[in-house]
């Protein structure tokens, strides 16, 4: 953890200290695995990689310039562009990035980094172009920006990807090193084995693209897995659905992905959540009739007849729940084999009928 939190020129102090979570890891064309014995800093004029790398950070440098300059221009940046890197390290990406756009915006988490990568452009035309923030990039709020570039520290992966899918103002893009087996969840497709509540939540919001395979001899240290580039797009307009309860519903079914919605759904405690949730919307609703328009099946009318007896309450709850996961469209389906629109249909069914995942 970082200690020193002295201001410097060209750096801002943000929140810091970051217990990190989670840590997961096709035809895309692939930066091989070839053997590089020199740092960037031998070809660049810079000492900055013989730091030596924290790898419970994720320090792991790229040490390859033909993969920086892959990945800078796969950015496609233009030169009105404001960057923000996540995780710059010594600033082997920093440095192309700053020569493509009109600024970046780099938060970094380890002092030493940023002495590096300020060191590395002091005296030069990019000095002014550079602001470093001293941050965990998840606590930390994120400037505006067009383009997003970074080689992540793997630990954060998911926590930024749904920082990234939350961020307003839209940004063009976000062009990210993953560790493999994470960017593959991102675009994988129902029936796949890596087909997970990531992959959903992602496609919901965003469209992405695989760009290319990173081999872990182009890092210094190697890491343990393989790497992926992958381009983020977030989808403009968002689609109409309330988020927080999307991803109440996907979070359930996803918990037990192969076994089918009846079985998941209709267990004590989930039939008592959902009823719990019936019950609130039903206050916030202020008691307006029919739900969200009627159905001929058991509705939240029929629930409202049941209040103040709470085994009719979840009786009713478990009738309605019953029925729809007995619709033709969902009858002995698993979440790892439903598409976007399924899931969404699912949502507005039971919406229709007053249950609510949130
Ligand atoms: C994989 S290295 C990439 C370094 C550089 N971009 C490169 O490609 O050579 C990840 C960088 O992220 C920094 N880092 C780790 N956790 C961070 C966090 N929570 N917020 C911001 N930076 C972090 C590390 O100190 C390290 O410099």
Redesign the pocket.
């Known amino acids: 953890m970082p200690k020193n939190k002295r201001a410097r020129p060209g750096v801002a102090a943000s929140s810091s200290a970051?217990p990190?979570s989670l840590a997961s890891r096709n035809t895309t064309p692939a930066i091989s695995s070839a053997s590089y014995n020199n740092d960037m800093s031998s070809s660049s004029s810079s000492s900055a990689n013989l730091v030596a790398p924290?790898t419970s950070?994720?320090?792991?440098?790229?040490k390859n310039p033909a993969v920086v300059t892959a990945i800078v221009a796969k950015a496609a940046i233009r030169p009105t562009d404001t960057i923000l890197?996540?995780?710059?390290?010594?600033g082997?990406?920093t440095v192309p990035l700053l020569r493509q756009g009109k600024n970046v915006v780099a938060?970094?988490?380890?002092n030493r980094?940023i002495r590096e990568v300020l060191k590395r452009v002091e005296g030069t035309d990019d000095e002014r172009k550079l602001k470093v923030v001293q941050?965990?990039?998840?606590k930390t709020r994120f400037p505006f920006f067009d383009v997003c570039v970074?080689?992540?520290?793997y630990?954060?992966s998911s926590a930024l990807v749904f920082k990234l899918l939350a961020h307003r103002p839209m940004f063009r893009c976000a062009v990210m090193m993953f560790q493999e087996e994470f960017a593959l969840r991102l675009t994988a497709r129902p029936g796949e084995a890596l087909y997970c509540r990531l992959s959903v939540n992602t496609q919901l919001l965003a469209k992405v693209d695989q760009l290319m395979k990173v081999g872990r001899n182009n890092f210094r240290p190697p890491p343990k897995v393989e790497s992926r580039v992958v381009r983020i797009e977030l989808r403009n307009p968002p689609p109409p659905v309330n988020f927080t309860e999307w991803d109440g519903m996907v979070r359930l079914i996803f918990n037990r992905k192969n076994k089918t919605l009846r079985s998941v759904l209709l267990t004590k405690p989930t039939i008592k959540m959902l009823n719990e949730n019936m019950r609130t919307q039903r206050a916030l609703n202020n008691n307006n009739t029919n739900g969200d328009g009627g159905t001929s099946g058991a509705t939240v009318d029929d629930h409202r007849m049941m209040e103040g007896d709470d085994d009719g309450e979840e009786k009713m709850a478990e009738r309605i729940i019953e029925e729809v996961v007995a619709m033709d469209r969902w009858k002995d389906k698993r979440a790892s084999k439903l598409d976007l629109d399924d899931f969404l249909a699912l949502l507005a069914e039971f919406n229709k009928r007053g249950v609510h995942f949130a």
Do not use: R
């Open positions: 970051a990190y924290n950070l994720g320090q792991h440098f790229l890197e996540i995780g710059p390290g010594t082997n990406m938060i970094e988490y380890d980094m941050g965990d990039a998840i970074a080689n992540v520290p630990q954060i």
